[in-house]
């Protein structure tokens, strides 16, 4: 089995339009924050020039900041599908190389589960095969179970429509 690279690249500040996606994004393994509490323009660019991260808004009027030029996509106005779409055909993103190896809530890297964590695991989910994971900050335990198939249907799907084979 290869081991996989330490972390994706790029890495992705979303604007809190954009929650979902920032979502989708974790699971697909890319580092991303996600902006909150109605942080001003300015605040936020320079998050994401300290940070070195991409950052995704709907927001247009950004683009008149100076730091926005080459730290900015302006995704277009629509729905998850358009937004992951876009994004995927500008950087062309590998959405399954890295995928479900971050926290969806905090996004830290997730780590092996314990032999605690593996026993609260349903056992229905356990016959589904695939590793237990946990957050080592939050201590939420990941399985693939349901909502994981879910997701990776929808990861496969963005991943066959930007024409690369599907793992």
């Known amino acids: 089995m290869k081991a996989r690279p330490a972390a994706p690249q790029p890495s992705f500040?979303?604007?809190?339009?954009?929650?979902?996606?920032?979502?989708?994004l974790r699971a697909a393994g890319f580092d991303t924050r996600l902006a909150c509490d109605g942080a001003p323009d300015a605040r936020i660019l320079r998050l994401a020039t300290a940070e070195d991260r991409l950052l995704l808004t709907l927001d247009r009027q950004i683009l008149e900041h100076k730091a926005a030029r080459a730290r900015v996509i302006v995704l277009p106005a629509g729905n998850l599908e358009q937004h992951a779409g876009a994004l995927?055909?500008?950087l062309g993103?590998?959405?399954l190389a890295f995928?479900?190896?971050?926290?969806?809530?905090?996004?830290?890297?997730l780590a092996p589960a314990s032999s605690a964590?593996?026993?609260a695991v349903p056992p229905l989910s356990q016959s589904y095969g695939g590793e237990v994971k946990s957050c080592p900050e939050?201590?939420?335990v990941y399985w693939p179970g349901s909502h994981f198939r879910r997701m990776h249907a929808t990861l496969c799907c963005w991943q066959e429509r930007r024409g690369a084979p599907i793992r």
Request: charged content about 30%; aromatic content about 8%; glycine content about 12%.
């Open 138 to 140: 939050c201590g939420r």
């Open 88 to 90: 995927g055909g500008r």
């Open 13 to 24: 500040l979303c604007d809190e339009m954009l929650g979902r996606l920032a979502r989708y």
């Open 99 to 109: 995928s479900f190896t971050r926290c969806l809530l905090d996004n830290v890297p």
């Open 117 to 119: 964590q593996r026993a």
């Open 93 to 95: 993103l590998d959405w």
